[in-house]
């Protein structure tokens, strides 16, 4: 079993930045894909970005530029540094760890982007 907590989000203003951070309880952190999803209001949850376990990356088409996975193996910890912040990014962000065909997900931060 996995636990994953999410911690960084918050209220920012348009063009503004922030780095979500996700904790993983287990030591053998550094074998699990990571990701982060977000959900908005009425909408399906999407993978924004992923990170393998060797450290390749991949992003939504609509995040691609402006957000960063990355991930600590040593801290058990995944970043998502997230720039040029616009109104369509608030959503509730979540953290997924994958290994084996098993999926692992944190309970979220919220992200609200406004003036």
């Known amino acids: 079993q996995v636990q994953l907590v999410e911690s960084g989000g918050g209220l920012v203003q348009p063009g503004g930045s922030l780095r979500l951070s996700c904790a993983a309880s287990?030591?053998?952190?550094?074998?699990?894909?990571m990701g982060w999803y977000r959900q908005a209001p009425g909408k399906q949850r999407e993978l924004l970005a992923a990170?393998?376990?060797?450290?390749?990356?991949n992003y939504a088409d609509s995040v691609k530029g402006r957000f960063t996975i990355s991930r600590d193996n040593a801290l058990n910890t995944v970043y998502l540094q997230m720039n040029s912040l616009k109104p369509e990014d608030t959503a509730v962000y979540y953290c997924?760890?994958?290994?084996?065909?098993?999926?692992?997900w944190g309970k979220g931060t919220l992200v609200t982007v406004s003036s």
């Open positions: 990170i393998s376990s060797a450290g390749s990356t």
């Open positions: 997924n760890a994958a290994l084996d065909g098993m999926d692992y």
């Open positions: 287990r030591s053998i952190f550094r074998r699990y894909a």
